[in-house]
Every structure is written in C-alpha cells, then in structure tokens.
C-alpha cells in the first residue's frame, strides 16, 4: 500500500518521498522502516528488533515515528531526534540552531516577534562558532510530542510554560536549562520525577533581535539526574547534546548549579552599568567588588553543608583562590577569567538582555537566592541585598548606573 510522509533529512531540510509499507530504506545517517509488520527473514537481515510489536533498530538508538497511511498504521525509526526546545531565547535558539544543523527535527517555540522571524527567513546566527542560517520548525506553543524537550525559559516563566506544554510531555524526558536552583523543584510539581534531567549551561550568547542569536562563547553543558541516578534515558539526550556542544555528565548536578550560581552573581554587573565584563574588570576596584560579592555567596553556600560540583571551565581550585587570595589579587584573577572569554561579540550577561528587552530579570533567582539562604542561616549578605535591590529599580525606571554610582550605592549598605 503507497502513501505520502513528510520526512526530515540529515541537512534538516523537508522534502515528500513515496513509501510502501513494510519498506525499508536508508537516507544519510538515518534508517526508515514502514509498516506493523515485517518478514522475520527480512527483520533479521537488516538487524532489527521488535519492539511493542514493531520492528525496530533499537541498536541504532533509533527514534520512532507513528502515523497513517490511507489507515493502515506505520512507523518511522530514524536515527535523528524530534526535540522540542521550549523557550528560543537567546540559549534555546543557539542549542536550536545547532541541533537542526545536525539534521535533527527540531522545533523552536518562541514569542511571536521571534517565531514569524524564523518562519520568515529562518535563524541567523553568528558569532565565535562563525556565520550561517538554519530553518527549523517554529511555533508559539508545543502542538505535538516530541522524542525529547528541553526547557529553556527563565525561571519565572517555568511554571507557566510546563502547565501549557504538559498535555504533549506525558513519558517524554523534559530537560531543564535554567540558572538559580530552583527549577527542578517547579517542574516536579507537574512532571514526574523521573521525567526530569537537569542540565547546567556554560554558554554565552545574545538575542536581541528577532530571528538572530549571536554565540559569544560556545562553552559547555553538564547533565544528571536531579532526583535519581544516571541511566540510559540521561545518556541518550548526552550523547545527542554532545554531538553539538561538549557535554559531560555528573551524579551531583544540584551541586553544580549551586557553582553556577556563585558565579552568575556578577551577572547583575552588566545589568547595573550597561557594560560588558572586560569593561567593568578593567576597574581593578569593580573586580574586587566582584569578588567580595562571591564570597557572600561561597560563605552562605559554605554554611548551608552544599557541596559544589566543578564544572568543564570552572574547576573548585578557581573558587577556593577568590575565597582565600588577598582581594587585590582575586580581583586581578578575576579579571584575567573575563578576558580569556573575550572576542568580537560582547559578554553581555542574561540579566542586562532581559533588560534590554524589556524583560523580567531572574535576579530573585540569582543574587535573591543567596539572600534568601543567608537569612535561613544567619549569614550577612548587604552587597547582593543591595544588588537584588538595585536591579529592581533599574527594571522599573530604565536607568542605568555608572560605574561610581554604582560603587557609591553598594558601598552604602
């Protein structure tokens, strides 16, 4: 029996093929088998198994894909996955982008300025990893389910966007990008435990226009399992992660959002004076400032018994000499950090793009967590309440601050 599939090749671009049922064909990387039933003869010769009564090659890590043709049910095993990433800000269009250049079905889902920008003329990105444009799928909600989604918004909007897409997650691994450490937790209330895969993202990137990302610093991601151990599931989104951005896995994942955290506080420095990082650490005093920040931060965590997780770019060793050099030369190695990053494209920090756009920021997420854990155990922590405060104002009126304003404000506290 003859019907017509849309299918998805490894270039990520769409095109109609004819199919028979109980077809196999090969395209590329990927392998598509049509039809309930195959010939045992047949299955066995192409390595297949059989998987819930359909022949599967399950030793391909294959993805299926169920439909009909004139009503006879078939299915698709292809070796790319289809991924969801909910939130094309400026990290989720950057994992898109890359991701659909290496040929997976990918759908972006996005506000609607960006979401008809891509349907328009797709994503263009550029930066360190250089100049290209892709055409994913994009969409203002999730409308299908997908073979993974990946959970990109910021940590105010989590709750929101896990209630609309939770009639497409059921058994479907949803993986969570934010800062802070707290959207684990909101995403349980919804999604089973076992559900979640937790993941901690090193990348610098910036989206200030619709339809344009821009990658700054390609970076890194860590993965676990926020409420279990390591299993195949985990390895599997690993392995396709780490076929575009390096990726490696860790068994206490809490641990390495916490040292995230510490150092996303100097996040708000950008988002406080409208520069970037060198231009800030080019004041060895607002390095230094810098680094009394984190040690708030080391010393409230330090006090709470959590234990931190090192990351691929940042090593426990770099935490230990901010806590414990003098402050002149933690400022200097602070700084000597920022200009490693630094290229062509600006270091803007999450915070100040929120801004820029007219956006929320997750300053509660960030700078508020520390306070909020200091006061839980009687630590003082008067330059990230300060901090915390004056990124609110910045939010309500617009206004930055200069670098002497902003020294003079902290200072005060």
Not at 103 to 126: C, F, K, M, S, Y
Not at 131 to 152: G, I, M, Y
Not at 171 to 178: E, S
Not at 369 to 388: D, F, K, R, Y
Request: net charge neutral; aromatic share 6%; hydrophobic share 45%.
């Amino acid at each position: 029996m003859e019907g017509w599939f849309e299918i998805g090749w490894r270039a990520g671009q769409r095109q109609l093929e004819s199919w028979h049922v109980g077809e196999i064909r090969h395209a590329g990387q990927q392998r598509h088998i049509i039809g309930e039933t195959l010939h045992d003869d047949l299955a066995c010769e192409h390595g297949l198994e059989r998987h819930r009564g359909i022949w599967l090659a399950r030793g391909l890590g294959l993805f299926e894909r169920q439909g009909k043709i004139d009503g006879n049910t078939f299915i698709i095993a292809s070796s790319m996955a289809r991924i969801a990433i909910i939130g094309a800000g400026a990290i989720g269009s950057v994992l898109g982008a890359l991701l659909d250049r290496a040929g997976h079905e990918l759908t972006l889902i996005g506000r609607p300025t960006h979401v008809n920008a891509i349907r328009q003329d797709g994503l263009i990105v550029e930066g360190t990893l250089g100049t290209f444009t892709v055409h994913p799928s994009a969409s203002e909600t999730l409308e299908f389910q997908p073979d993974f989604a990946f959970l990109v918004v910021k940590t105010q909007d989590v709750l929101a966007a896990v209630q609309t897409s939770l009639p497409f997650l059921s058994d479907v691994p949803l993986v969570t990008f934010q800062n802070g450490v707290r959207s684990d937790e909101i995403v349980a209330t919804h999604v089973p435990r076992a559900q979640i895969i937790s993941a901690v993202v090193n990348t610098a990137a910036s989206y200030l226009t619709p339809g344009k990302v821009t990658i700054a610093y390609p970076g890194s991601i860590v993965l676990g399992r926020p409420f279990g151990e390591p299993d195949e599931v985990l390895k599997t989104v690993a392995g396709t992660l780490g076929a575009v951005i390096p990726t490696k896995l860790s068994t206490n994942i809490q641990g390495a959002h916490w040292l995230k955290l510490i150092v996303n506080l100097n996040n708000a420095f950008p988002a406080i004076t409208n520069l970037t990082y060198p231009q800030i650490y080019a004041h060895a005093d607002m390095s230094q400032l810098a680094v009394r920040v984190m040690r708030e931060g080391l010393a409230t965590v330090k006090r709470a018994g959590i234990r931190l997780e090192a990351l691929p770019d940042v090593p426990l060793i770099l935490t230990h000499l901010i806590a414990g050099l003098p402050i002149r030369l933690a400022g200097a190695l602070l700084a000597a950090s920022a200009r490693r990053r630094e290229s062509e494209w600006p270091l803007l920090g999450s915070t100040l793009q929120s801004l820029k756009r007219g956006r929320p920021t997750e300053i509660d997420y960030l700078n508020g967590e520390i306070v909020s854990l200091g006061q839980q155990h009687h630590v003082p922590t008067p330059l990230n309440v300060a901090i915390v405060e004056i990124v609110h104002q910045i939010e309500q009126s617009g206004q930055f601050l200069g670098i002497e304003q902003f020294k003079e404000r902290v200072e005060s506290t």
